[in-house]
């Protein structure tokens, strides 16, 4: 999913956030919680306001999935926000070592986790967690505490595996943690 999504920034010299929709496709939620999520912490997540550009478009998503949508909707303006290819690509490529890692160590377990019940809660827990991402971004790639949440929650999504859903809610604890510092400090 990855290599088909630097794909678009092969020679182009924007990608929009419709582009990655139309070659992830339809599959499920899962991969349109975590491409943003990863997008955001790779380099390219540095730029300003698009953290809470990617946050945005999470909690979209994450609230259609929390309504039971069986297809994903998006709105024109977002799908037409975009970033220059060669960044999209630069960033991804220096991701790609970890998410081939974990595209190794992932596997189906501990199903309860991924169950259409709790789904929904993780679907709550991604619109809390991209309503923390504005003023974290404040603080120099603080946003990335709840972005890697919510990229274990797409990944564990993405692959059924209930373990990496389960280590995204401890990671989601932590970011609330940092957001509740974030906003008081």
């Given at each position: 999913?990855?290599?088909e ?29 975590f ?11 540095g ?18 999935l ?8 998006m ?10 290819g ?35 809660v ?14 974290l971004?404040l ?10 949440a919510?990229?274990l929650?797409?990944?564990g999504?993405?692959?059924r595996?209930?373990?990496?859903i ?5 990671v989601?604890v ?8 974030g906003?008081t400090?």
């Amino acid at each position: 999913m990855i290599d088909e999504v630097i794909g678009l920034g092969d020679g182009e010299s924007e990608v929009s956030v419709g582009d990655i929709q139309g070659t992830i496709g339809q599959r499920s939620f899962g991969p349109f919680l975590f491409v943003p999520a990863i997008i955001e912490i790779s380099p390219v997540g540095g730029i300003p306001g698009l953290p809470t550009l990617l946050a945005a478009i999470i909690a979209l998503f994450a609230l259609q999935l929390l309504f039971g949508r069986r297809h994903l909707w998006m709105p024109g303006f977002l799908a037409r926000r975009s970033v220059k290819g060669k960044k999209l690509e630069k960033g991804l490529n220096k991701v790609r070592p970890v998410v081939r890692w974990l595209d190794k160590v992932s596997r189906q377990r501990l199903p309860w986790a991924t169950s259409n019940a709790f789904l929904r809660v993780i679907a709550v827990l991604c619109v809390l967690l991209a309503l923390s991402v504005p003023p974290l971004e404040l603080l120099p790639f603080a946003s990335t505490a709840p972005f890697s949440a919510i990229c274990l929650f797409g990944l564990g999504i993405t692959t059924r595996d209930g373990a990496a859903i389960v280590l995204g809610l401890v990671v989601t604890v932590g970011a609330f943690v940092l957001a509740g510092i974030g906003l008081t400090g």
